[in-house]
């Protein structure tokens, strides 16, 4: 499985930025598609995610009422649309693929996630 993130770039605060992943290979077993970040110095954290059964979505508190995520119809791949961005949310952005749901992670959980991307950086300035 290769999953080719796109769409970062650099935007002012207040503004609006949309993340593509699309994902190729063996991804007919996949069990959903999430994103998470990485600002400098930090540790990589969940942003957000969704699975193919029944589209439901989960997000950090962090970026809820602002980032949406959702399928790219008729494609393994998925948008993440964000809205109101803040310089905190400046960060590399990596798309994963966990490939079954797994009852002893969480799906914010890094270990839930079998494939990641190269990841796409997002940059907010005040």
């Known amino acids: 499985v290769q999953l080719q993130a796109s769409g970062g770039g650099l935007v002012q605060a207040g503004g609006s930025l949309r993340l593509s992943c699309a994902a190729s290979g063996r991804t007919r077993s996949s069990y959903g598609m999430g994103w998470f970040r990485q600002a400098p110095g930090k540790e990589r954290e969940f942003v957000a995610t969704?699975?193919?059964?029944?589209?439901?979505?989960a997000y950090a508190a962090s970026v809820k009422g602002r980032f949406t995520i959702s399928r790219d119809n008729g494609k393994v791949a998925v948008n993440l649309q964000m809205t109101s961005l803040k310089p905190e949310d400046t960060a590399v952005y990596y798309c994963?693929?966990?490939?079954?749901?797994?009852?002893?992670?969480?799906?914010?959980?890094?270990?839930?996630?079998?494939?990641w991307g190269q990841g796409t950086l997002v940059t907010v300035s005040s």
């Open positions: 969704i699975r193919w059964t029944d589209y439901s979505t």
């Open positions: 994963a693929m966990p490939m079954r749901y797994r009852g002893t992670y969480n799906v914010s959980d890094r270990a839930f996630y079998d494939y």
